[in-house]
């Protein structure tokens, strides 16, 4: 059975007399363990896959199976147990709390989860982004990568299965961009399934699987080699350009 079981998911926008039907019909599996981009122009859809996926809304039609359990029809509370137990979320604009150090703002799903030793877990959770040397600083003092270095440790901190992050590299310049794709292969080769959205060909041929959206709906779904050829899995060494086209 996959991580991830998605069939004729579609959302509707209601805005005054308009719909907007954001996704049309939608069939998407995921197994643990992969790592996938989705890609597409700017309102074809991939926000609105990213908030269905990550439980923080529902589908007008259609169902989603995460692992196993339909949380198509889940109670709020429930989606919200399943967003702090199973998912890590990671945004282009970090979302980090101000005025707050590292180590605390990793530690706010933990509260969420009432688990104990939070520091324990939240310094080893910026150990495995490389940032426990930053524990005490807050956001303020930090680059744009460490900040999103310390919102993937609060994605992981409570260990979900799946990471799900929305142009993580969008606010970053290409080098730091690239450190941060290297944080998400060394997640998916610990085994955490990641789930990324992306419009940029650079970061998406890093995945082993691309998913491009058109209109809501799922134009093509391929292996990245098959969509980047040579390219694809590639990892640009720091500082390097990759011709893109
Ligand atoms: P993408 O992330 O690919 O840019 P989105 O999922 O954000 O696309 O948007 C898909 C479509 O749904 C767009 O037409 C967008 O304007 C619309 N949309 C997204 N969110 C909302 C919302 N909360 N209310 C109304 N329309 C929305
Ligand atoms: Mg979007």
Redesign the pocket.
Known sequence: MALIEIRGLA?E?K?GPVT?N??NGVDLDIERGEFVAIT????????????LIGCLDRPTRGSYILNGRDVSRMSDRELAIIRNREIGFVFQTFNLIQRTSAIENVAVPLFYARKLGTRGLAMEALTRVGLEKRAHHNPNELSGGERQRVAIARAIVNKPSLVLA?EPTGNLDSRTGEQIMGVFHHLNEQGVTIVL?THEPDVAMQARRVVQ?RD?RVLRDAPTSEVYGDRAGQRLKVGENVVTG
């Open positions: 959302k926008y805005m907007v954001a996704l597409g122009a700017s309102g074809s859809g991939k926000s609105t896959m990213m908030h929305d959205v959206m809501g």
